[in-house]
T-cell receptor
Framework: DQQVKQNSPSLSVQEGRISILNCDYTNSMFDYFLWYKKYPAEGPTFLIS?????DKNEDGRFTVFLNKSAKHLSLHIVPSQPGDSAVYFC???????????FGTGTRLKVLA | DVKVTQSSRYLVKRTGEKVFLECVQDMDHENMFWYRQDPGLGLRLIYF???????EKGDIPEGYSVSREKKERFSLILESASTNQTSMYLC??????????FGPGTRLLVL
């Protein structure tokens, strides 16, 4: 039972355009969400997070949107750069617990 | 800056060998985690430890064990390596209630 889903395994975007990566979840107990970026042969690096009390969080070119009623979050990257090409994982957890539940990842390719 | 290090970046082992993967963090984090990453399956939790000498099974603990004798070090042990344990192994740590930070990963090939 996949509690966190990333339905697009890959995405290609032109440099300078917006990249939108999507994530759906099924467990309404999740109250904290994160995005990680992973380059090949490296560990994931933390990008941005959002608590369920917010619907938007911004950090530079990265913005995460949370739609609790739809159980959906998205990561927007504007403008996209070739260095953003990586696999992006969303993760969710319930505050006070230890386990993050990760999605299966979306491979983003930004074309120069 | 959080630093999580893993003992090897690449490892090749034979079926049946006992394999030790070591993870060290230098930020005095209470919680440590071992994941494996496989294509199309994302990151799956093998074991975690919420404090020294404490351990809990994750979603796929079969064939693995762990040890946490010191706060900074969390070891993953493959008792008898099998080819289906060929994977990328990722260690993470965090302070209670905060974000997880990952090490660089160990790519293990079991022949």
């Amino acid at each position: 039972d996949q509690q966190v889903k990333q339905n697009s395994p890959s995405l290609s975007v032109q440099e300078g355009r917006i990249s939108i990566l999507n994530c759906d979840y099924t467990n309404s107990m999740f109250d904290y969400f994160l995005w990680y970026k992973k380059y090949p042969a490296e560990g994931p690096t933390f990008l941005i997070s959002i608590s369920s009390i917010k619907d938007k969080n911004e950090d530079g070119r990265f913005t995460v949107f949370l739609n609790k009623s739809a159980k959906h979050l998205s990561l927007h990257i504007v403008p996209s750069q070739p260095g953003d090409s990586a696999v992006y994982f969303c993760a969710a957890f319930v505050s006070g617990t230890y386990k993050y539940i990760f999605g299966t990842g979306t491979r983003l390719k930004v074309l120069a | 800056d959080v630093k999580v290090t893993q003992s090897s970046r690449y490892l090749v082992k034979r079926t049946g060998e006992k394999v030790f993967l070591e993870c060290v963090q230098d930020m005095d984090h209470e919680n440590m985690f071992w994941y494996r990453q496989d294509p199309g399956l994302g990151l799956r939790l093998i074991y975690f430890s919420y404090d020294v000498k404490m351990k809990e099974k994750g979603d796929i603990p079969e064939g693995y064990s762990v040890s946490r004798e010191k706060k900074e070090r969390f070891s993953l042990i493959l008792e008898s390596a099998s080819t289906n344990q060929t994977s990328m192994y990722l260690c993470a740590s965090r302070r209670n209630g905060e974000t997880q930070y990952f090490g660089p990963g160990t790519r293990l090939l079991v022949l």
